[in-house]
């Protein structure tokens, strides 16, 4: 790590989250956050409550190593098995939206081997075996509704989808001004990563957007808000970066920004 980057990033850890949700994070002076649909995926990231405990702890318990990487940590389950990594926390936020405003049928993730991974399906039975290498779809359980039922499937999701899965299934923003809430950055394959947009906010003079970005990573791990580690705006990213997004733990490239069909 350059020198610069980590005085950056030890000026951040000193730096109180004030808001209790991330629509509560601070902005800088002179911005304003963009408009959000009420019922849209950006508008419910909003509202996800953040953890008072600012530490990042891995699925077993134990703290990761690096804790300069994050801004503030989401209040959202990590379970108890090396699953939820980087892709499938964006999965997670994206299914958990869905989920919240009873969107079951449109909850639907592809496996690495192209197969699709409904909810719907899985509601009334259908489960996902591997057979001979391949994915595929067998009724073999009781219907099921309920949290549980959302957890096991979301156990499967995280299984056999991921970067490389996920990245195909998102659209390409062509304009890095299109950029809205929900809204990811990801390089798929192995290695790979996965980052989510989960706000956005304008400089009220220029129109120029900044942003907020969170992620999971290796192993399983409570998702948080990076922090910037080349910017005095940090937690906030820049929509003018060059041709690198330089986050703590990965480097994006600009065209590696995608969406979500629907939300």
Same mark, same amino acid.
Not at 62 to 77: E, G, I, P
Not at 109 to 124: C, L, N, Q, R
């Given at each position: 790590?350059?020198?610069?980057?980590?005085?950056?990033?030890?000026?951040?850890?000193?730096?109180?989250?004030?808001?209790?949700?991330?629509?509560?994070?601070?902005?800088?002076?002179?911005?304003?956050?963009?408009?959000?649909?009420?019922?849209?995926?950006?508008?419910?990231? #909003?509202?996800?409550?953040?953890?008072?405990?600012? !530490? +990042?702890?891995? =699925?077993? @318990? $134990?703290?990761?190593?690096?804790?300069?990487?994050?801004?503030?940590?989401?209040?959202?389950?990590?379970?108890?098995?090396?699953?939820?990594?980087?892709?499938?926390?964006?999965?997670?936020?994206?299914?958990?939206?869905?989920?919240?405003?009873?969107?079951?049928?449109?909850?639907?993730?592809?496996?690495?081997?192209?197969?699709?991974?409904?909810?719907?399906?899985?509601?009334?039975?259908?489960?996902?075996?591997?057979?001979?290498?391949?994915?595929?779809?067998?009724?073999?359980?009781?219907?099921?509704?309920? #949290?549980?039922?959302?957890?096991?499937?979301?156990? !499967? +999701?995280?299984? =056999?989808? @991921? $970067?490389?899965?996920?990245?195909?299934?998102?659209?390409?923003?062509?304009?890095?001004?299109?950029?809205?809430?929900?809204?990811?950055?990801?390089?798929?394959?192995?290695?790979?990563?996965?980052?989510?947009?989960?706000?956005?906010?304008?400089?009220?003079?220029?129109?120029?957007?900044?942003?907020?970005?969170?992620?999971?990573?290796?192993?399983?791990?409570?998702?948080?808000?990076?922090?910037?580690?080349?910017?005095?705006?940090?937690?906030?990213?820049?929509?003018?970066?060059?041709?690198?997004?330089?986050?703590?733990?990965?480097?994006?490239?600009?065209?590696?920004?995608?969406?979500?069909?629907? @939300?």
């Amino acid at each position: 790590m350059k020198p610069a980057i980590f005085l950056l990033l030890l000026i951040g850890s000193c730096t109180l989250v004030s808001g209790q949700t991330i629509g509560g994070i601070p902005l800088p002076e002179g911005y304003q956050r963009i408009t959000q649909k009420t019922g849209s995926f950006g508008a419910w990231l #909003r509202q996800i409550p953040l953890k008072k405990d600012k !530490t +990042v702890y891995l =699925y077993n @318990g $134990t703290k990761k190593f690096n804790q300069l990487a994050q801004y503030a940590v989401l209040d959202v389950s990590v379970g108890d098995k090396d699953l939820q990594q980087c892709a499938d926390a964006v999965m997670r936020l994206y299914a958990e939206y869905q989920y919240a405003h009873a969107l079951y049928q449109q909850i639907s993730f592809k496996a690495t081997d192209g197969t699709s991974m409904d909810y719907a399906s899985w509601m009334k039975g259908y489960r996902f075996p591997m057979k001979q290498g391949k994915l595929s779809k067998q009724l073999s359980a009781a219907p099921c509704t309920g #949290r549980a039922c959302f957890d096991s499937y979301l156990q !499967t +999701v995280f299984s =056999y989808a @991921g $970067t490389l899965s996920l990245s195909k299934e998102l659209q390409t923003v062509a304009d890095m001004k299109d950029i809205a809430p929900g809204y990811v950055f990801i390089k798929g394959g192995s290695p790979g990563h996965a980052v989510i947009v989960v706000d956005v906010a304008y400089k009220i003079t220029t129109g120029e957007k900044i942003f907020l970005i969170a992620q999971s990573y290796m192993p399983a791990q409570n998702i948080h808000v990076l922090r910037n580690p080349t910017s005095i705006l940090s937690p906030w990213y820049n929509t003018t970066f060059s041709s690198n997004l330089y986050t703590p733990e990965w480097i994006f490239q600009r065209d590696q920004l995608k969406r979500f069909k629907q @939300g």
